[in-house]
C-alpha cells in the first residue's frame, strides 16, 4: 500500500496562516481538526483502493485486453499517480492553496469514477489465425470480476463450430463436437483480441486521466493541512501523522472488500459508483466544513484569485494529454526476443521514455550539482541517498505487482476459497496487504523504539535491505506453495495471504522512512528538489511494475486462459525469477550497509 505510507512519513512545514495549534486541541489530545481530516483522506483511499481492486480485472475480462495491454496501461496509470502531486502541490503552494486543491480534485476524481461506470456492452471476442480473423463464442460467461470457472470458448470456422483447447506446449487445439482435434495451430499462432466500442474504450482511458489529474490535486495538499495543524517542534505531529496515516488503510481495506462484491453481485458500474460515491463523501467534508477548517490550506498570500479559473481550465486541458499518453501505452507492441538494448529504448512509450529519460538526467545532475556546490560531507549523504532512491525503486517495481501480476495469478490460479461454503474474488484478495498493515504497523512502531532505547534499531540501509529480501520471499513463499497446487492447477488462498503478510512486514521496514531519508540526507537548498526525485523514482518504479508484469502476460481467449497449467507455470516463473532477484539485491545492499552508514554521517 504505497501511497498509505508515503502520506503518512510526510510532514509539511505549517502553512502560513494558520492557526495556532494550541487552541484546538479536543480528538485524542490532537486538534479536533484531525478527525475531519482523517476522515476526508479514509473515504477519498477508499475510493481509490475500490477502483483499482478493479481495474485490472475491468481491463482483462470486460475489455478483453490483452495481459500486456492491461498491465502495461495499469502500470502507467499508476505511475501518473504519483508523479502528478508533484505539480499539484507546486501549484496549491503558490495560487490555489491546499484547501481549494484538495476540494477541486476530489471533484474531478469523483467525475472519473462515474466515468468508468459506463463500459458498455462486453468487448466481442476474436481469434487471427493465420492471417485470418474469427468469431469467437464464449458459453456460460459472465462479465464480473470472477470467473465460475465453466466458460466454454469456441472458434466459429467455416468447418463449424470448434472448441479451443490450450495444450501445455503452447500450441492450441480446435476441437470438433466429438472432441476429436480437427486442428492444432503452433505456439504463437493463435492471437485473441476483442471488437471493442471506441467510445467507451475513449471513456475508460478519460476517466483514468480524471482520476490521475485529479489526484495530482488532492494527494499531496490533503497532507500539507494535517502538517498545518500543529505549531513548529509540536512534538504531537509524528503521532498526528500515525493518526492519519490508519484512516488511509481502514479506507483501502474497507473498499478493497465492498467493491468488487458490489461489481460481482450487481455489475462493475455499481463497484465504480461505490468508489465515486466514497469521493464525494471526502469532498463533502471539506466542502461543508461548517468553518472549522478556516485558516488551514487558505490561499497563499498575494496570490491573485482571478487566477483560479485558468488553473481549472488548465486542469481540464491537461485531461486529453494524458488520455494520449494512455493511448500510446495501449499501442505499445513489446520488441522481440533478443533485441538489443537501443532497440528497446527506442521502442517505449512516450511515457517511458520521458520518465526514465528524466530519472536518469536527475540522479547524475544532482549529484554533480552536489559536487560542485555542497561541502564533501553533503555531497557523500547525498550519494547514500541517490543509492537509496535507486534500491527504492527496486522494492516498489516489485511490491506493486499486487495490482497486476498477482491480481490475475489470484483470479486464473488460486482456489479463492476461504472455507467449504465461502469464497471471495480475485480483486478482494489485495485487501490483505491493508488488514495487515492496521495489524502490523503499531507493532512494528512499538518494536523499533524498544530497540532504539537499547541502541540496536536497525540503520536506514539496513531497513532498506531487509525489506527488499522480505518483497522477495514473499514470491518464493508462493512459488513454494504453488507445488502443492490441486488438479485443477490452483493454490490455496492462504499461500496468496502468506505472501501479502511477509510483503507488509517487508513494507512496514521501507516505507515509514522513507520521506524522512531524504529530508535528512538532502543539502538544505535543494530538498524539494530530493522530494521531486522521491516520488519521481516511486513514478518510474509503478511504470516498470507493469512492465515485469507484462512478463507473465498468459494467452487468453474471451479473457479467460486457455490452459491453467501453462499459467501457472508461467506465473511460477516470472515469481521465482523476481523472487531471487530481490533476495540477492537486498542482500547487496546489506552489505553495502557499513559503507552506506560511512557516507550518512550519523543520520539513522
Given at each position: ?117 459506463f463500459g458498455g456492452e462486453t468487448a466481442k471476442p476474436h481469434a487471427t489465425i493465420d492471417g485470418q480473423r474469427y468469431q469467437v463464442q464464449v458459453e456460460n460467461s459472465v462479465d464480473r470480476p470472477t470467473s465460475t470457472g465453466e466458460e466454454v470458448r469456441y472458434v466459429l470456422m467455416p468447418e463449424g463450430r470448434l472448441k479451443v483447447q490450450g495444450n501445455d506446449d503452447g500450441t492450441v487445439s480446435l ?430
Amino acid at each position: 500500500m504505497t501511497m498509505q505510507i508515503d502520506d503518512a512519513a510526510a510532514e509539511p512545514a505549517a502553512i502560513p496562516g494558520a492557526l495556532p495549534a494550541s487552541a484546538h486541541n479536543g480528538w485524542f489530545g490532537h486538534p479536533r481538526q484531525l478527525a475531519r481530516l482523517f476522515t476526508t483522506e479514509m473515504w477519498e483511499r477508499f475510493g481509490y483502493y475500490g477502483m483499482r481492486a478493479l481495474l485490472t480485472l475491468y481491463l482483462a475480462k470486460h475489455f478483453l485486453f490483452s495481459d500486456t495491454t492491461t498491465n502495461g496501461l495499469y502500470g502507467g496509470f499508476t505511475a501518473l499517480v504519483y508523479l502528478t502531486p508533484l505539480i499539484g502541490g507546486l501549484i496549491a503552494d503558490r495560487y490555489l492553496g491546499s484547501k481549494r486543491s484538495v476540494k477541486f480534485g476530489a471533484v474531478m476524481m469523483a467525475l472519473g469514477y462515474f466515468v468508468l461506470c459506463f463500459g458498455g456492452e462486453t468487448a466481442k471476442p476474436h481469434a487471427t489465425i493465420d492471417g485470418q480473423r474469427y468469431q469467437v463464442q464464449v458459453e456460460n460467461s459472465v462479465d464480473r470480476p470472477t470467473s465460475t470457472g465453466e466458460e466454454v470458448r469456441y472458434v466459429l470456422m467455416p468447418e463449424g463450430r470448434l472448441k479451443v483447447q490450450g495444450n501445455d506446449d503452447g500450441t492450441v487445439s480446435l476441437l470438433k463436437p466429438d472432441n476429436t482435434v480437427a486442428r492444432t495451430i503452433a505456439k504463437g499462432g493463435f492471437e485473441a483480441s476483442g471488437e471493442r466500442s471506441a467510445l467507451f474504450t475513449g471513456l475508460l482511458l478519460a476517466g483514468l486521466a480524471l482520476v490521475t489529474v485529479g489526484n495530482g490535486f488532492f494527494k499531496p495538499n490533503i497532507s500539507t493541512i494535517v502538517g498545518s495543524l500543529y505549531d513548529e517542534g509540536d512534538r504531537r505531529r509524528d503521532a498526528g501523522f500515525t493518526i492519519f496515516y490508519m484512516g488511509i488503510n481502514l479506507g483501502s481495506l474497507f473498499s478493497q472488500l465492498l467493491c468488487p462484491w458490489l461489481a460481482d453481485t450487481v455489475g462493475w458500474w455499481a463497484g465504480f459508483g461505490l468508489a465515486a460515491i466514497g469521493m464525494l463523501a471526502s469532498w463533502s467534508l471539506i466542502q461543508f466544513d461548517g468553518g472549522r477548517l478556516n485558516g488551514y490550506g487558505e490561499r497563499p498570500e498575494g496570490a491573485d484569485s482571478r487566477k483560479d479559473i485558468l488553473i481549472y481550465l488548465g486542469a481540464l486541458l491537461v485531461v486529453p494529454v494524458v488520455w494520449l499518453l494512455f493511448s500510446n501505452l495501449m499501442d505499445y507492441v513489446r520488441p522481440a526476443a533478443g533485441s538489443g538494448i537501443v532497440d528497446y529504448l527506442l521502442t517505449l512509450p512516450i511515457m517511458g521514455k520521458i520518465m526514465f529519460g528524466t530519472f536518469l538526467i536527475a540522479v547524475p545532475g544532482i549529484l554533480a550539482w552536489s559536487w560542485f556546490n555542497g561541502s564533501r560531507t553533503e555531497f557523500q549523504m547525498m550519494c547514500a541517498a541517490m543509492v537509496l532512491i535507486t534500491f527504492n525503486t527496486v522494492f516498489w517495481t516489485l511490491f506493486e505487482q499486487a495490482g497486476s501480476s498477482l491480481t490475475l495469478f489470484a483470479d486464473r490460479n488460486t482456489d479463492l476459497h476461504v472455507t467449504s461454503g465461502f469464497s471471495i474474488s480475485a480483486g478482494q484478495t489485495q485487501f490483505f496487504n491493508a488488514v495487515f498493515i492496521v495489524i502490523l504497523a503499531p507493532l512494528f512502531s512499538i518494536m523499533w523504539n524498544a530497540l532504539a532505547k537499547r541502541g540496536i534499531e536497525p540503520s536506514i540501509p539496513v531497513k532498506f535491505g531487509m525489506a527488499l529480501v522480505g518483497v522477495g520471499a514473499g514470491f518464493l513463499f508462493l512459488v513454494w506453495g504453488s507445488q502443492f497446487a490441486g488438479s485443477d492447477y490452483k493454490v490455496a488462498l492462504w499461500w496468496v495471504a502468506g505472501l501479502y503478510l511477509i510483503h507488509s512486514i517487508a513494507e512496514l521496514c521501507i516505507s515509514p522512512v522513507g520521506l524522512s531519508m531524504i529530508t535528512k540526507l538532502s543539502i538544505a537548498r535543494i530538498v524539494g528538489m530530493m522530494m521531486g526525485v522521491w516520488f519521481l523514482s516511486i513514478s518510474v518504479a509503478q511504470y516498470v511494475a507493469g512492465m515485469v508484469a507484462q512478463v507473465a502476460s498468459v494467452e487468453t481467449v474471451g479473457g479467460q486462459v486457455t490452459n491453467l497449467k501453462v499459467s501457472l507455470e508461467t506465473y511460477v516463473g516470472v515469481f521465482t525469477t523476481i523472487g531471487w532477484v530481490a533476495v540477492a539485491i537486498g542482500a547487496l545492499l546489506l552489505a553495502l550497509s557499513i559503507p552506506l552508514k560511512k557516507l550518512m554521517h550519523g543520520v539513522t
